[in-house]
């Protein structure tokens, strides 16, 4: 069976450049993708494509960036 999930936000405040459905569109996108989930995210317009764009590959980064240093962490603590 299909599931379908709705949120409903107190406010659309910005902070860094995203409204706060583009951080929420964001926070779902990665976590989907971190479980190794296809991730389609149909956008109003060009800017908001580059805008989400822009987020999800920062975040990608530190994302990877924690994994790096866990790994380092675990690497140091074994010698």
Excluded: H, P
Excluded at 17 to 46: F, M, P, T, Y
Excluded at 48 to 53: E, K
Excluded at 69 to 78: D, T
């Amino acid at each position: 069976m299909k599931n379908a999930t709705f949120y409903l936000l107190d406010n659309d405040a910005t902070v860094d450049g995203l409204s706060a459905v583009e951080q929420l569109v964001c926070d779902i996108a990665a976590e989907r993708w971190r479980n190794g989930k296809r991730v389609l995210i149909a956008c109003e317009d060009e800017q908001q494509a580059i805008r989400l764009d822009e987020a999800l590959w920062s975040r990608r980064r530190r994302a990877l960036c924690r994994i790096i240093w866990r790994a380092k962490a675990r690497e140091a603590a074994r010698r």
